[in-house]
């Protein structure tokens, strides 16, 4: 049983991976929202619909064409506690709703965990691809594969007016969700964000903060994805995500260079101080830490920090979260047990 | 009443989740409940895209209030869902309330996507036809443009590709 090593990495394999962009970009992600035609949509399904629905959809991960792209499991959600759930959901494999709603609820997972797909979500099937930095094509031609593999074993719920029927309506259609997370903390500081996400969600996108609703980021950290599934081709989508993210990514580009010619002084004073307080700090709490976290980022890529790589700080964004430390002490810890835990796990990586 | 995450500050936060008519209650005070999130709807960070989406649904501005009556009995008749239920929660049960609510559906599309109408992929298996369909109107809107180009010898492959595809059609 490999649940243990999805659960024990911190950090996805592909997370380790280099993509375009990825002093930025930390990832890209692309979610097919798929149904099958004889069932009632998982919210209303008896629970032997359910069952039959997790049978057939499991049955794809024994095809040739799958096993070409990586090797998959199956973990049924009854198979996880609720803490093993809570880390896939910090790993962003699965949803909040898979993990605390679905009934006959599973996941299958690729062997470097790029690909999950979700089977009796919201949907019958969410088939995700997450790739790092910039690839959000690369994410949607695997998608879009995979898809294909799955749609030549079952039969979808498919319209054609309506294209692919799903459980909600704003995601019918295309059925699609690109989405690409963004460490943007020169705009923040510059109090430039503002003006640019009120931009981006007057051109049909939506932007959220780490770990899902609400705008209001956790370590300047945003999610940028489409909202409109109908009505524009799936390569249109990407399309406009595409040129808008593209957009960001040279204001903030622009903000760091500007900062670093015009305050110096601050920016070193900034990040520095950050990474004082989590080599030396005993007790951190998750916003504390996501806001530290980010300053030290921002100071490794713009060349001010140098004993740090990025991808540790990658991982400590994804293991100073609840689920994750829980996992780690192997019990259930109190707020302030875990602010304590945080700060030694973070201590002991960064000065490491 | 004290906080049953940590045991330790007041509960601020009260709230009732009954699933499959399993009721669990929470009491947290304000750092569990932002630890917690989206896991609890109405917390702060909890406002769902459903809430959202029933919101835009109970607001139908043209609708007098005899076709409001009329439309609250209309019923899914595969999954038995009626659509004043479907308001409320803002979800589809089954992929045959999309023909059940057909009427009241492109009002609702329109708002949310701005249009009504798919444009985008085609699965292979179910959709031969539609896909062989849009295939031909791509190649006659190309047809087009050769002709008036005077690129003729483009345009007579372009109209055999035409009549192929629309052998196949009758064929499937």
Known sequence: ?352 | MICQECGNKPAALHFTKIVNGEKTEFHLCESCAREKGDSIPGAPNGFSIHNLLSGILEFEPSMGQNVKQQKNVIRCENCGLTYSQFRKIGRFGCSSCYNHFSDQLNPLLKRVHGTSVHVGKIPKKSGGKIKYKRQIKDLKKELQSKIDHEEFEEAAKLRDEIRNLEQKISEA
Not at chain 1, 77 to 106: F, Q, T
């Open chain 1, 1 to 352: 049983m490999s649940l243990e090593r999805f659960i024990d990495d911190a950090l996805s394999e592909w997370m380790k991976g280099e993509g375009a962009d990825s002093d930025i970009v930390i990832s890209s992600r692309i979610r097919l929202a798929r149904n099958l035609t004889q069932y009632s949509f998982p919210m209303l399904s008896t629970n032997q619909q359910s069952e039959e629905v997790l049978e057939k959809v499991s049955d794809v991960v024994h095809d040739e064409d799958l096993k070409m792209i990586s090797n998959f499991e199956r973990i049924p959600l009854s198979e996880m506690n609720s803490l093993e759930s809570k880390v896939l959901v910090e790993k962003h494999l699965i949803s909040p709703n898979l993990a605390e709603e679905s009934r006959n609820g599973a996941v299958i997972l690729s062997e470097n965990e790029s690909i999950s797909i979700m089977i009796n979500e919201e949907d019958h099937i969410r088939i995700q691809c997450l790739f790092p930095g910039f690839q959000i094509n690369e994410a949607w031609e695997l998608a879009n594969q995979i898809d294909d593999i799955f749609e030549a074993k079952l039969n979808y719920a498919f319209d054609e007016k309506r294209g692919y029927l799903t459980s909600c309506p704003t995601n019918v259609g295309t059925g699609i969700r690109a989405s690409v997370m963004l460490h943007l903390p020169a705009l923040v500081l510059t109090q430039q964000i503002n003006r640019i996400l009120t931009a981006v969600s007057q051109v049909g996108l939506a932007v959220r903060g780490l770990y899902g609703e609400g705008s209001d980021s956790l370590g300047n950290l945003f999610q940028i994805s489409n909202q409109i599934t109908l009505g524009q081709s799936e390569s249109e989508i990407i399309h406009n995500l595409y040129s808008v993210v593209k957009q960001i990514i040279e204001h903030e580009r622009t903000a760091r260079a500007k900062m670093l010619s015009e305050s110096k002084t601050f920016l070193l004073d900034r990040v520095n101080r950050s990474y004082g307080i989590l080599s030396y700090a005993q007790i951190m709490d998750s916003n504390e830490a996501a806001q530290r976290l980010s300053d030290v980022r921002l100071g490794i890529d713009l060349g001010l920090i140098s004993n740090v790589s990025a991808n540790v700080l990658n991982e400590l964004m994804i293991m100073t979260q609840p689920g994750f430390l829980q996992q780690y002490a192997s019990k259930k810890l109190s707020p302030d047990e875990r602010d304590v835990l945080r700060a030694e796990m973070i201590r002991e990586r960064i000065t490491n």
